[in-house]
C-alpha cells in the first residue's frame, strides 16, 4: 500500500462542489453488510427534530439477538448511529459530543419511539486515526482498546456503547466498500474495488456498487484515467461497471446537440421569414415580427443563435 499523500479539500471537488461523501457511506455500509440484509434496515439522514439535526446514518438491526460476524456491526443492538467524516473532515472531541447528543435525543424519542441507551450503540467513522480524541477519552477515564484491526472500542464513555472506524487501518480485502471511500486510493486498492465490484453487477446490490463508484472513480479521478489508458481489461471493466452513467451522458450530448440543431434550424427560419416581410412588405421590425407571431425579444435571440453557429464554423475552418 503506497502512503497517502498530503492533499487539500480543494483537490477534491466533484463538479465545482466538495466531494459527495456522505452519498456513497450508506451503500457502502450496505455492501459492507450485504450478508445481514435481511436484518439490517438503514435510515439515511435520520431527522432528530424537523430543523437541522440530522443522523447521517442510523442502522436498525431488527432482530436484536442476531449474531453480524462482521468486525464492525459486532457490537450492534437494535439501534446504531453512524457518524461519518469524510476525508479531510476533524473527528474530535465536540464530534464525540455531538453524536453523543444524537444517541441521547434519538434515546428520548416520542411515544413507542423510546427505548432504552443498551439498546443504542454510537459508531464513528473516519479514514485516519484522531489521534487528539483518543488521548481526550484516555484522560477521562474512557479505555481505548482496539478490538480488530481498525476497530476500536471505547470503554466507559457514558450510556452508550462506543466504537470508532479507523478506515484506513481496515483489513482491505474484508472491508473494501468502506475503505474504498477515500480521494489517496492507490493501484491495488482500485483494481480491488473494480474485480469486487464486477463480482456483484448481476446482484441485487448492484445499485449500490454503482453509487460508490461514481463517487470513488471521481475523487480518484487521475487514478482511475490511468487505469483505463494501461490496462485494456481494467478499462473494460471500468466501462461496464459505468455503463448506466455513461448512457446517461451520451443521451444528455445527443439531447443538446438535436436541441442546439433544432434552435438553429428554427432560428434561420423565423429571421429569414421576419426579414422578407420587412423588405416586401415594407413593414417595420416590431410589425413584422407581430405578423410571424414572434416577439422583437425572440427576433433578436434567433439572430444571436444564428451568428454564435456563424463564429463556430468559422472557428473550425
Same mark, same amino acid.
Given at each position: 500500500?503506497?502512503?497517502?499523500?498530503?492533499?487539500?479539500?480543494?483537490?477534491?471537488?466533484?463538479?465545482?462542489?466538495?466531494?459527495?461523501?456522505?452519498?456513497?457511506?450508506?451503500?457502502?455500509?450496505?455492501?459492507?453488510?450485504?450478508?445481514?440484509?435481511? @436484518?439490517?434496515?438503514?435510515?439515511?439522514?435520520?431527522?432528530?427534530? /424537523?430543523?437541522?439535526?440530522?443522523?447521517?446514518?442510523?442502522?436498525?438491526?431488527? !432482530?436484536?439477538?442476531?449474531? @453480524?460476524?462482521?468486525?464492525?456491526?459486532? *457490537?450492534?443492538?437494535?439501534? &446504531?448511529?453512524?457518524?461519518?467524516?469524510?476525508?479531510?473532515?476533524?473527528?474530535?472531541?465536540?464530534?464525540?459530543?455531538?453524536?453523543?447528543?444524537?444517541?441521547?435525543?434519538?434515546?428520548?424519542?416520542?411515544?413507542?419511539?423510546?427505548?432504552?441507551?443498551?439498546? *443504542?450503540?454510537?459508531?464513528?467513522?473516519?479514514?485516519?486515526?484522531?489521534?487528539?480524541?483518543?488521548?481526550?477519552?484516555?484522560?477521562?477515564?474512557?479505555?481505548?482498546?482496539?478490538? $480488530?484491526?481498525?476497530?476500536?472500542?471505547?470503554?466507559?464513555?457514558?450510556?452508550?456503547?462506543?466504537?470508532?472506524?479507523?478506515?484506513?487501518?481496515? !483489513?482491505?480485502?474484508?472491508?473494501?466498500?468502506?475503505?474504498?471511500?477515500?480521494?489517496?486510493?492507490?493501484?491495488?486498492?482500485?483494481?480491488?474495488? @473494480?474485480?469486487?465490484?464486477?463480482?456483484?453487477?448481476?446482484?441485487?446490490?448492484?445499485? $449500490?456498487?454503482?453509487?460508490?463508484?461514481? *463517487?470513488?472513480?471521481?475523487?480518484?479521478?487521475?487514478?482511475?484515467?490511468?487505469?483505463?489508458?494501461?490496462?485494456?481489461?481494467?478499462?473494460?471493466?471500468?466501462?461496464?461497471?459505468?455503463?448506466?452513467?455513461? !448512457?446517461?451522458?451520451?443521451?444528455?450530448? /445527443?439531447?443538446?446537440?438535436?436541441?442546439?440543431?433544432?434552435?438553429?434550424?428554427?432560428?434561420?427560419?423565423?429571421?429569414?421569414?421576419?426579414?422578407?416581410? *420587412?423588405?416586401?412588405?415594407?413593414?417595420?421590425?416590431?410589425?413584422?415580427?407581430?405578423?410571424?407571431?414572434?416577439?422583437?425579444?425572440?427576433?433578436?435571440?434567433?439572430?444571436? @443563435?444564428?451568428? &454564435?453557429?456563424?463564429?463556430?464554423?468559422?472557428?473550425?475552418?
Amino acid at each position: 500500500m503506497s502512503k497517502e499523500k498530503s492533499t487539500t479539500a480543494d483537490d477534491h471537488n466533484l463538479k465545482n462542489k466538495r466531494t459527495q461523501w456522505h452519498m456513497a457511506v450508506t451503500p457502502a455500509m450496505k455492501l459492507e453488510f450485504k450478508e445481514y440484509s435481511q @436484518i439490517l434496515d438503514y435510515i439515511p439522514e435520520y431527522l432528530l427534530n /424537523v430543523k437541522a439535526l440530522q443522523i447521517d446514518l442510523l442502522v436498525i438491526k431488527k !432482530d436484536g439477538d442476531a449474531l @453480524i460476524e462482521n468486525e464492525i456491526g459486532r *457490537i450492534f443492538q437494535h439501534h &446504531n448511529i453512524i457518524e461519518y467524516k469524510s476525508p479531510h473532515d476533524k473527528e474530535g472531541v465536540n464530534t464525540y459530543f455531538k453524536v453523543y447528543a444524537y444517541a441521547s435525543l434519538y434515546k428520548i424519542g416520542e411515544g413507542s419511539t423510546a427505548c432504552d441507551s443498551e439498546e *443504542i450503540t454510537i459508531t464513528m467513522m473516519r479514514r485516519g486515526k484522531p489521534y487528539k480524541l483518543f488521548q481526550w477519552f484516555e484522560q477521562h477515564g474512557c479505555r481505548v482498546s482496539e478490538e $480488530y484491526k481498525g476497530v476500536y472500542y471505547i470503554e466507559n464513555a457514558g450510556f452508550f456503547r462506543t466504537q470508532v472506524i479507523v478506515a484506513r487501518e481496515l !483489513d482491505k480485502k474484508n472491508h473494501i466498500w468502506l475503505k474504498a471511500l477515500t480521494d489517496n486510493m492507490d493501484r491495488e486498492q482500485a483494481q480491488n474495488l @473494480i474485480n469486487k465490484s464486477k463480482e456483484l453487477m448481476d446482484q441485487p446490490e448492484a445499485g $449500490y456498487v454503482e453509487a460508490v463508484l461514481q *463517487i470513488v472513480s471521481k475523487a480518484n479521478k487521475e487514478l482511475f484515467e490511468t487505469l483505463k489508458k494501461e490496462e485494456k481489461d481494467m478499462y473494460s471493466a471500468l466501462v461496464e461497471l459505468m455503463q448506466p452513467e455513461i !448512457d446517461e451522458a451520451v443521451n444528455a450530448a /445527443v439531447k443538446r446537440t438535436w436541441d442546439e440543431a433544432t434552435n438553429e434550424t428554427t432560428a434561420r427560419m423565423t429571421v429569414e421569414a421576419i426579414e422578407n416581410a *420587412i423588405k416586401k412588405l415594407s413593414m417595420s421590425k416590431e410589425e413584422a415580427c407581430a405578423f410571424m407571431d414572434t416577439t422583437v425579444a425572440e427576433y433578436d435571440a434567433y439572430r444571436q @443563435i444564428i451568428e &454564435n453557429a456563424a463564429a463556430r464554423t468559422n472557428k473550425k475552418e
